[in-house]
């Protein structure tokens, strides 16, 4: 006669729990709002990635781009100085972008003024310590997991990125459409509008070229009509896929598995800030900010 198998309810409640969030993706974890008000539920599903097809398992993202108060707070946890110093912000290259770009330099990641704007200027490693940190900070907090499960935190993949950005329709943009505008002629994402003043045509070649001559440096990115001149705060647009913001434009966002970044910046022309869009990461630049993704597992 065979010996029944009991489980113990907590590990019977867990494995529930997992194969729930795992294979039922229109009915995720009941969490708190201490964690739902900060990040989204992206459901398994598979995603087109340049001509391949790739599973996708379901995971939490971040709402919004990484701030810059986000990041201070993460910088004045750390007590050693060396990783204060490791993981600060440059500021360079507000100097080289603008010609009055001092006081962006000194405050655009200090100042109260700029404290929901994207954190820029700072290097993949700083961005996978600032994961580490947002995952021991969350599991020293009750977000209604059981006690056998935590949230674990990095960058996200390409496949990944693109399958939150992309939602469940395969379109360019994350609102769902192959425009930049809404029906009322407002611009969806905060990117390099490039006007038809900037626009010419080579008679020899019969090519149409941006004359970059009438883009000076204070005004390569065009006022959109949140009068940005660069970037936008992190909740300045609608949400779209998954209740996710500003997956397009704003800054580019780095990857897990690459030396790039996805989805443009507030310098990208619009065919540039699509969902596959990709730009070049190899250091901090100010075009490049981060997005946290979580993944359920087991506690160790």
């Avoid at 390099?192 to 900037?198: D, F, K, P, R």
């Avoid at 019969?206 to 959109?224: K, N, P, W, Y």
């Avoid at 598995?257 to 310098?267: F, M, P, V």
Wanted: glycine share 4%.
């Amino acid at each position: 006669m065979k010996k029944k198998v009991i489980f113990p309810m907590a590990l019977l409640c867990l494995f529930i729990a997992l194969a729930a969030f795992k294979e039922n993706p229109k009915k995720p974890l009941k969490l708190k709002k201490v964690f739902t008000n900060s990040f989204s539920y992206v459901p398994n599903g598979t995603v087109s990635v340049d001509e391949a097809s790739t599973k996708v398992s379901a995971f939490f993202m971040s709402k919004t781009e990484v701030s810059n108060a986000e990041y201070r707070e993460f910088l004045n946890s750390l007590v050693d100085e060396n990783l204060k110093e490791r993981y600060s912000v440059k500021t360079e290259e507000w100097l080289e972008a603008f010609k009055s770009g001092e006081p962006l330099a000194e405050h655009y990641f200090s100042h109260e003024t700029y404290s929901s704007y994207p954190v820029m200027n700072i290097t993949k490693e700083s961005a996978e310590a600032y994961c580490n940190w947002l995952t021991e900070r969350y599991a020293s907090m009750d977000i209604g997991l059981e006690e056998d499960m935590r949230i674990v935190f990095r960058l996200p993949t390409r496949a990944e990125w693109v399958r939150a950005a992309m939602g469940e329709k395969a379109a360019p943009y994350s609102w769902g459409t192959k425009y930049l505008r809404n029906t009322k002629g407002i611009y969806l994402a905060n990117f390099n509008a490039i006007g038809s003043e900037h626009i010419h045509k080579n008679q020899e070649t019969g090519e149409f070229e941006i004359v970059s001559s009438a883009l000076t440096s204070d005004t390569a990115s065009i006022i959109q009509n949140d009068m940005a001149i660069y970037t936008a705060p992190v909740n300045d647009y609608a949400a779209h896929s998954y209740g996710l913001m500003q997956m397009n434009g704003n800054v580019a966002e780095m990857l897990a598995d690459s030396d790039q970044a996805a989805g443009g910046s507030w310098r990208s022309p619009g065919y540039d800030i699509r969902n596959e869009s990709l730009i070049p990461f190899e250091e901090a630049s100010l075009e490049v900010g981060f997005r946290p993704i979580g993944i359920l597992t087991e506690k160790q």
